[in-house]
Nanobody, 126 residues
Framework: QVRLVESGGGLVQAGGSLRLSCAASGRTFSHYAMGWFRQAPGKEREFVAAFSRTGAGTAYADSVKGRFTISRDNTKNMVWLQMNTLKPEDTAVYYC???????????????????WGQGTQVTVSS
């Protein structure tokens, strides 16, 4: 069982930055594929960024490439999402996700993750 707790969301002006944190429980955190997703009102949950299960691979949505950076520290059971040059269209609830099923590729679909956090709101004003 894994429990994920996100933090770091808030209100920021366009062009600003936020750093989201995801604290994970569990003794084998280093074996988990980790991802960030977001969901805006009236829209489906969409992929933002993720690590593969081994941590060797990363992937980003085209809309955030060059602006967002995912990182992890397995010794602290933490994953972060550094978000720079934020835009109003980045406004959404951001979710941390984890999965420990076998696989080497980076997972970019919500149905590929079993564990989810409660989400943290990010609002970017224009």
């Amino acid at each position: 069982q894994v429990r994920l707790v996100e933090s770091g969301g808030g209100l920021v002006q366009a062009g600003g930055s936020l750093r989201l944190s995801c604290a994970a429980s569990g003794r084998t955190f280093s074996h988990y594929a980790m991802g960030w997703f977001r969901q805006a009102p009236g829209k489906e949950r969409e992929f933002v960024a993720a690590f593969s299960r081994t941590g060797a691979g990363t992937a980003y949505a085209d809309s955030v490439k060059g602006r967002f950076t995912i990182s992890r520290d397995n010794t602290k059971n933490m994953v972060w999402l550094q978000m720079n040059t934020l835009k109003p269209e980045d406004t959404a609830v951001y979710y941390c996700a984890a999965d420990d099923s076998w696989g080497v590729v980076v997972r970019t679909r919500p149905d590929e993750y079993y564990y989810w956090g409660q989400g943290t709101q990010v609002t970017v004003s224009s």
